[in-house]
């Protein structure tokens, strides 16, 4: 069995920076280069960020990461207990309109779904669960 990382912090926007340096250092760890790492930071922070703003919307409440090899792809399962929200249901933003001219959000959602390679979002037991695949190759 492939060695587990796990992060357990409240939602609380000063909390971006350590899970942002959590991401990349554990991603590295596990072997992904470092434009992946990139990639894979900004899209976690998009997540944890909604989250932070969104999903709890009158007080904080835990966000729980963990981070895993599995063959030859890492795997990163978000879990919080906000209010729930598939995010992998949003629409596609009309990025042929001009940036002025469109309604905010969901570039970042498109993103995240731009630059991992599955993404997979199940509600269980009270919780929102959010897990992203990136491929090593």
């Not at 894979?40 to 998009?46: G, P």
């Not at 990163?76 to 940036?99: C, H, M, V, W, Y």
């Amino acid at each position: 069995m492939e060695e587990k990382f796990t992060l357990h912090v409240m939602a609380d926007l000063k909390n971006l920076s350590t899970i942002g340096e959590f991401i990349t250092g554990c991603a590295s760890k596990l072997g992904l280069d470092r434009k992946g790492v990139f990639q894979l930071e900004l899209a976690v922070d998009e997540v944890t960020s909604n989250i932070i703003l969104h999903g709890y919307p009158q007080q904080s409440g835990p966000i729980h990461i963990l981070i895993w090899k599995e063959q030859k792809k890492i795997h990163i399962q978000i879990q919080d207990r906000g209010e729930p929200f598939n995010p992998l249901n949003a629409g596609k933003p009309d990025l042929s309109t001009a940036l002025e001219e469109r309604s905010p959000g969901g570039l970042g959602i498109h993103f995240l779904k731009t630059v991992t390679d599955a993404a997979y979002y199940q509600f269980h037991d009270g919780k929102n669960i959010l897990t992203l695949v990136k491929n090593l190759d």
